[in-house]
């Protein structure tokens, strides 16, 4: 694994930034993946107490092994992680 985009791999990252762009942007991925809740024009991030059900329903393929350190019942925190590391990642090239 690259120390520096620890705790993710390129993989997870380019599967990551691909999803992004099907998306049409991060905030509508967010939005797709339930870490974000609409209603109108205001967006609220999205708390689950049950974080088991999320990681299986959003955390599969090449994000399964992530699935250990997923800790918060905020999804929004994690993928924002995700993409500011993607973002940082992609600045170096």
């Known amino acids: ?19 992004i762009e099907e998306a049409g942007g991060f905030e509508n991925l967010m939005s797709k993946k339930k870490a974000i809740i609409k209603r109108g024009d205001i967006e609220d991030v999205a708390t689950y107490k049950n974080i088991q059900s999320y990681k299986r329903k959003y955390l599969t393929g090449v994000y399964v092994p992530l699935r250990e350190m997923y800790d918060t019942e905020m999804p929004f925190v994690f993928w924002n992680d995700m993409y500011e590391m993607l973002q940082k990642s992609e600045w170096e090239k």
């Open 1 to 19: 694994m690259d120390d520096d985009i620890f705790p993710f791999t390129r993989e997870q990252l380019e599967k990551f930034r691909d999803e």
